[in-house]
């Protein structure tokens, strides 16, 4: 028996070594996506941008990743696209066409263009890698990137620290590493729901799925990122639940549900607004209760940014734009609306916002209707840092679009292999 498993242990390493150079491309390339366009290596503000080397770079990624998509993408299954997939399609068309009428059609155009790219390479190399590879290599991937943060927080501390909230506060320090505090917080909460598909689809056993979640948990602990704790605490526990039977997960809902109306009811008897205004300010990093009010500012800039939609519904500002908008008009250093929906339709249009809004909806009925771990896990993903952030569609697609694209079609084992 001990013979066997040892052998079978080395014909696993063999042939993982041994890999097909289509593989061992997409393994790169999934790494490129999720670590290296991901960092910022540049000595300036983290929510900054320009035709540098690091953007260079990033291009050439996309371009690398278009090209791998275009070539190995089987074509001939474009018919069996789901309702969802059909959605971002769409969306990538419309994006193309709202770069016609964007306020700079060149930079529109590139970052159209990134985009399409992202979302070939995600649906050609989740067939090629299957399910268990697509999640291995995501997640250690991610836990690369972390790994890299803690070191980068070593030897540049500095290096993205930058807050636009609290730089001026001297006991603020948000752990940032090769990101924006936020930006890290959100590919650990990422990190923290693959390990939990991983775990649960056998891929990877519990006793090294642990310290990874652990490990990930820290990470968006220090970063300081509220929306993004959240979010992971969210994605853990769906990940938990599957564990539980129906009854008992039933009865967690109502117990919650119950200890949620009693709290409010007790809330709204002893509101007081001055008592408010103290616990506010507590909670705050700031120190002021208008920071929790205004959702850090992000009540302003949504209506700045929907306002701005209203003078251009139909076509928008041009996909990637958005940046130019808000810069110009609005004092928000980040440049993007802090919301995926809202920041889809300043640069996408009503039309644009819709589609995207579809999808979202359609992934969320099917959630509950056909349980799938890994497109739930990055839409509960999505929906919990989607609110107060941007975390897909950027200017350079990331680690989450891509994450996003490669789950469309996880649900449809025609198209996806095990």
């Avoid at 390493?13 to 393994?27: A, C, E, K, M, N």
């Avoid at 800039?301 to 008009?329: M, T």
């Avoid at 909806?361 to 993903?381: G, H």
Wanted: charged share 15%; proline share 3%.
């Amino acid at each position: 028996m001990h013979d066997k498993a040892e052998t079978s242990s080395k014909w696993t390493v063999q042939s993982f070594l041994r890999q097909p150079v289509d593989l061992t491309i997409g393994y790169a390339l999934i790494f490129a996506v999720l670590f290296l366009s991901e960092a910022n290596f540049r000595q300036t503000l983290a929510m900054d941008s320009g035709a540098d080397w690091q953007a260079l770079m990033k291009l050439g990624i996309s371009a690398a990743c278009g090209l791998y998509g275009l070539w190995f993408t089987d074509f001939a299954r474009l018919k069996d696209l789901g309702l969802v997939a059909t959605g971002i399609v769409m969306f990538c068309i419309w994006t193309y066409v709202c770069a016609l009428k964007s306020v700079n059609v060149v930079y529109s155009l590139t970052c159209c263009t990134t985009l399409f790219c992202t979302l070939v390479f995600a649906d050609a190399v989740s067939q090629k890698l299957g399910k268990r590879k697509t999640i291995l290599v995501c997640l250690f991937s991610l836990v690369a990137f972390l790994i890299g943060c803690w070191i980068v927080s070593v030897i540049a501390p500095g290096l993205n620290s930058f807050d636009p909230l609290v730089d001026a506060i001297a006991d603020s320090r948000r752990f940032a590493g090769l990101l924006h505090p936020n930006g890290t917080a959100a590919l650990g909460a990422t990190t923290i729901g693959l390990a939990f598909v991983a775990a649960n689809a056998g891929y990877l056993p519990w006793k090294q799925v642990l310290p990874l979640i652990l490990f990930a948990f820290l990470t968006v602990f220090l970063t300081g990122s509220r929306t993004w704790m959240f979010a992971a605490l969210l994605v853990s526990c769906y990940g938990t639940m599957k564990h539980l039977s129906t009854m008992n997960r039933f009865v967690i809902v109502c117990i919650g549900t119950l200890i949620i109306s009693i709290l409010s009811v007790y809330l709204l008897n002893i509101w007081n607004a001055t008592k408010a205004d103290q616990a506010l300010a507590g909670i705050s990093r700031s120190g002021k209760s208008e920071e929790i009010y205004s959702m850090t500012g992000r009540a302003d800039l949504w209506a700045f940014c929907i306002k701005k939609i209203e003078v251009s519904p139909i076509f928008g500002y041009g996909y990637g734009c958005q940046r130019f908008i808000i810069a110009d008009e609005h004092f928000w250093p980040t440049r993007h609306a802090h919301n995926v929906l809202l920041n889809a339709t300043l640069g996408t249009g009503l039309i644009g916002g819709a589609l995207l809004a579809i999808v979202f909806l359609v992934q969320t009925f099917r959630m509950f209707v056909d349980r799938n771990d890994f497109p739930d896990t990055v839409l509960l993903l999505l929906l919990a840092g989607g609110f107060t952030e941007n975390p897909i569609f950027n200017q350079l697609p990331g680690a989450l679009t891509f994450l996003f694209f490669a789950s469309l079609s996880w649900r449809d084992t025609t198209r996806i292999g095990p």
